[in-house]
């Protein structure tokens, strides 16, 4: 067996034995080997394999299937620009602490910098964005101590991504050179491998791992228990909480309102207008306890950064920053149990209670003052028409935070959103990996037209390619609706808006997505027909929609809940 095809299937051997339980390939020559060597393991039903055309697709597919299974997914590619399209995802995977593996196929180091044809200096190419980037041997020989090495480079790498090495989870690259041959010289590989072709399973004739097939390196996850935070427990308290920070226990909270995001595993306990409410003077905390990493609302961003208000932050068991953004925060800690008063909780109870009518009212009135921002309502109508064990995956920019300005938070639902650096990229992959990975019950994705453009071959399936059952929502409003909301829509700059910030496209969703296999219906209102459901496939719903009146309605809004 040549020293290639040798090494490719050690470290999908390993995977494996690690946990891994599916991977994504990308076409190329160079990662030949390990194209190979995952195509035999998933004829032996040792995982499953993902195969995707385009690098970007593929990596933010397997972020997707890592952040819904809770393993770590490795992409593997071929040489040069194929490495820089995995990037997007790469970063998204950093700041979010998912275990993505890019495993990138290389030339030999002495044709780097010779003019070689896909040779770039890809070692190290992620820079920061990777909590470990290796990079393994030419593998010129099958011995045992070379399998050792490069099992145990697989663990180093794993326990990086995995946080089991003592930082935070994220993703982690594995540089792999590659020299000729690059298929394999034994055995064919493939589904049309028989039990006499393969041999003693994926290896071949090469050493087995440990005994009892577990992992090379056994690396146990440190438990890292933070002290509770300083804070005054009676005092009139708000916790505001984003993607990340501790696991959910709403016992903590003692009456306390909490501003959670969508996409916190404690927003079905949010109180659902907090958004609305943080700049009422009545309303003013005397200390914030951030959890976690929220990055959506305005107003949150000047409270904390508020010298009167005193800021803690709980990040979370798992080795991730704090967030302070302002600067503020006193100390980092565990959220203890609190108990403010009972007047401050009963009067936020209160207001969200008044706030939470006047605000359907508002969605419900068809010449009211949200009647020109479609996606408020839509976003409410979402969420409450998905069934229980649900998964709703949200796009960047408007739709999650439509979501939290509109929608009831509700128990039953998993929420998933690129929080991480809040990019559209690769959305509508992210949301496929997503339910390819959820056991739960189906998956619906919120997203808007530039959102979906922006992963257009996210929407392409191969034939032999497991389908999700997935519902694609889609505001289709021509353009960037966004930037209506922030300062380049405001009427000073109307002259230039539409062109360099609104960016309509004209483009045919709907012949776009049935082009691709999609069934694509447009919403004719009925909110059943947003739920997500399960046998349904690839499925897209198109929500009609105009730009023009979006920062009136949303000041309109403002205005009538204020007085509310």
Do not use: K
Not at 270 to 293: F, I, K, S, Y
């Amino acid at each position: 067996m040549n020293g290639s095809t040798a090494q490719a299937r050690v470290i999908v051997d390993e995977l494996v034995r690690s946990g891994v339980t599916d991977a994504v390939l990308c076409p190329g020559s160079r990662n030949a080997p390990l194209a190979f060597a995952l195509a035999r393991a998933e004829s032996l039903g040792l995982l499953r394999l993902h195969v995707r055309i385009d690098e970007r697709t593929g990596a933010f597919l397997a972020l997707g299937l890592a952040l819904a299974s809770g393993r770590p997914v490795p992409v593997a590619v071929t040489s040069g620009t194929a490495v820089a399209n995995l990037h997007p995802a790469v970063l998204e995977a950093s700041h979010a602490g998912v275990a993505l593996l890019a495993l990138t196929a290389d030339r030999p180091p002495e044709l780097v910098g010779t003019g070689a044809s896909q040779t770039i200096a890809q070692a190290g190419l992620f820079g920061g964005a990777v909590r470990a980037a290796a990079t393994a041997a030419v593998p010129t020989d099958t011995s045992a101590a070379s399998v050792a090495r490069w099992r145990s480079t697989v663990a180093r790498v794993l326990a990086a991504a995995t946080g089991t090495g003592g930082g935070a989870p994220g993703p982690v690259q594995l540089d792999l050179p590659y020299a000729d041959p690059l298929v394999p010289d034994d055995a064919p590989a493939g589904p049309q491998v028989t039990d006499e072709q393969a041999g003693p399973g994926l290896l071949g004739d090469l050493p087995a791992g440990r005994d009892g097939g577990g992992a090379w390196t056994a690396v146990p996850r440190p438990v890292r228990a933070l002290p509770p935070l300083p804070l005054d427990p009676a005092a009139p308290t708000l916790v505001v909480a984003g993607s990340g920070g501790p696991e959910p226990d709403p016992g903590l909270l003692g009456g306390a309102p909490l501003a959670a995001e969508p996409s916190s595993a404690w927003w079905p306990y949010a109180t659902r207008t907090a958004p609305w409410l943080l700049d009422r003077p009545e309303l003013r905390p005397t200390q914030v306890v951030v959890l976690g990493r929220p990055t959506l609302h305005r107003a949150v961003s000047r409270l904390l950064a508020d010298p009167a208000v005193a800021v803690y932050a709980d990040p979370g068991p798992d080795g991730a920053p704090w967030t302070d953004v302002a600067g503020t925060v006193r100390a980092v800690g565990a959220l203890p149990a609190l108990s403010p008063p009972e007047a401050w909780s009963r009067a936020w109870a209160d207001a969200d209670r008044t706030l939470g009518a006047a605000l359907d009212t508002a969605l419900d009135t068809p010449d009211g003052p949200a009647a020109g921002a479609p996606g408020l309502r839509l976003a409410r109508e979402v969420v409450a028409a998905q069934p229980d064990g649900a998964q709703l995956v949200l796009g960047s920019s408007n739709p999650v935070r439509d979501v939290a300005l509109a929608a009831a938070p509700r128990a039953g639902l998993t929420v998933r959103s690129n929080r991480g650096v809040a990019g559209i990229d690769g959305t509508v992959s992210t949301a496929t990996g997503a339910a390819l990975a959820h056991s739960g019950g189906p998956t619906v994705l919120l997203l808007g037209d530039l959102t979906l453009l922006h992963d257009t071959t996210g929407l392409v399936t191969g034939p032999a390619e497991a389908r999700p059952d997935l519902t694609v929502v889609v505001l289709d409003d021509d353009g960037g609706g966004i930037f209506s909301l922030l300062e380049q829509g405001g009427p000073a700059h109307a002259h230039a808006f539409e062109r360099i910030f609104g960016t309509p496209t004209g483009v045919d969703l709907a012949g776009l997505a049935r082009a691709a296999g999609w069934t694509v219906t447009d919403w004719s209102g009925d909110p059943a027909e947003l739920a997500a459901r399960p046998g349904s496939g690839r499925r897209l719903v198109r929500v009609a929609a105009t730009r023009s009146g979006l920062r009136d309605a949303h000041a309109a809004l403002r205005d009538a809940l204020r007085d509310a």
